[in-house]
């Protein structure tokens, strides 16, 4: 069972009284868009990160944490992690781009994680972790490709993008207690020591385009 696997169950077995109470593990529902309003999907590394960091960008309404890039219809959390059904987790973005660009979106998905590392991030390693822009259109994928150059040409990492361009297909939904897992349990160990750093990493990166400053 995988670090972050075993850290769930211990916080959930040690919060519900008796241990009897199990979590949420109905799929969440995904939001309609509204006029006007774009949606993106990326995969880097836990979801839990990638979508408190995202929700941080002035323009982002919501963001929903689930499985992309896979085989397996309506996967489940524990199958996702046998690294068997293709799937990535990954985060679906609904924003407004009179507010925020898809351009500032790939800056904030290159900056909230190591776009450099195959296959893993951080003490998370399996393909379900790796690192995936989902395009919708042949423009999207230009801007996934000409920000790839930009970090590249960077060298903010020591290594080269590895980050899979891929055609969007699907995206399913995870459990609702995967969904603002940052939020709801803030000082879990591993929030504050891996998800936490990656959030304040983008941030930094996109100081000025924040629905918070500071």
Known sequence: MRLRQLIILGFWLASQPGWAQEPDAAPAGLPRLKPGEAVATF???????QEEGFEQLR????????????????????????????????????????????????DAFFAGHDPTTLNRQGPDVGRDYR?????????????????IQRVNAAQHYAGQVVT????????????RYHQNYCKRHPNQPYIQ???????EKLRHAMHGKLKREG
């Open 43 to 49: 995969a880097g590394g836990c979801f839990w990160a």
């Open 193 to 199: 020591r891996v998800s936490m750093p990656k959030v």
């Open 59 to 106: 323009g982002v309404r919501e963001v929903v944490s689930g499985y992309s890039g896979g085989h397996v219809a309506n996967p489940t959390y524990q199958q996702v992690s046998t690294d068997q059904t293709g799937h990535a987790e990954s985060v679906q973005v609904y924003y407004n781009p009179d507010l925020i660009s898809y351009h500032d979106l790939l």
């Open 131 to 147: 690192s995936v822009a989902f395009y919708r259109t042949p423009a999207e994928k230009q801007e996934i490709l000409a920000a």
């Open 164 to 175: 899979e361009v891929v055609p969007f297909a699907v995206f399913y939904p995870a459990e």
